[in-house]
């Protein structure tokens, strides 16, 4: 044998060009797939997510100090009856004119304090609350209860002695 036949010859370029055939088609495949036809027949590519993070509540902090920033500066859990009680909701994320509640409920269930403070913010954000009684705050445990949007994300217990 000299060689290669003429069957050989023949099969080994036309076997080549349907592989080529089918890798090219079935790489176009994956192009249809991932893009749509918009207005007269133009080629769209596929959406992307640009959308911003939803809004959440990253951290609560209480403390008897907070700072130009809305930042607890001194954090404490242990208050004495005439302190201020500060709170501050950090959230990330972005919302146009979400609800954040502070409810400070007393240890027997009542509610003594709760204010609603609507914020729209693009990114991290400090939101403050607080209580104050100058007559003093009876002795016991309080807990703050933070809503977003009307539902119950975190709460913090103190205590005044």
Same mark, same amino acid.
């Given at each position: 044998? &000299?060689?290669?036949?003429?069957?050989?010859?023949?099969? &080994?370029?036309? @076997?080549?060009?349907?592989?080529?055939?089918?890798?090219?088609?079935?790489?176009?495949?994956?192009?249809?797939?991932?893009?749509?036809?918009?207005?007269?027949?133009?080629?769209?590519?596929?959406?992307?997510?640009?959308?911003?993070?939803?809004?959440?509540?990253?951290?609560?902090?209480?403390?008897?100090?907070?700072? @130009?920033?809305?930042?607890?500066?001194?954090?404490? !859990?242990? =208050?004495?009856?005439?302190?201020?009680? =500060? @709170?501050?909701?950090?959230?990330?994320?972005?919302?146009?004119?979400?609800?954040?509640?502070?409810?400070?409920? =007393?240890?027997?269930?009542?509610?003594?304090?709760?204010?609603?403070?609507?914020?729209?913010?693009?990114? !991290?954000?400090?939101?403050? =609350?607080?209580?104050?009684?100058?007559?003093?705050?009876?002795?016991?445990?309080?807990?703050?209860?933070?809503?977003?949007?009307?539902?119950?994300?975190?709460?913090? !217990?103190?205590?005044?002695?």
């Amino acid at each position: 044998m &000299r060689g290669h036949s003429h069957v050989d010859r023949v099969v &080994r370029p036309t @076997a080549c060009a349907i592989a080529l055939v089918l890798a090219v088609a079935c790489g176009k495949k994956e192009n249809q797939d991932t893009t749509a036809q918009g207005a007269g027949g133009a080629v769209v590519p596929p959406a992307t997510s640009t959308q911003p993070a939803a809004l959440q509540v990253a951290d609560v902090k209480v403390g008897n100090k907070v700072d @130009a920033n809305k930042q607890v500066s001194n954090t404490t !859990d242990t =208050f004495t009856p005439r302190d201020t009680i =500060f @709170a501050s909701v950090h959230t990330t994320g972005t919302a146009q004119n979400a609800q954040v509640v502070a409810r400070w409920t =007393f240890q027997d269930g009542q509610t003594v304090n709760e204010r609603t403070e609507s914020i729209s913010p693009t990114g !991290d954000a400090y939101t403050e =609350f607080h209580i104050e009684k100058p007559s003093g705050w009876p002795a016991g445990k309080y807990t703050l209860h933070v809503l977003l949007n009307g539902q119950e994300v975190q709460t913090k !217990d103190v205590t005044v002695k």
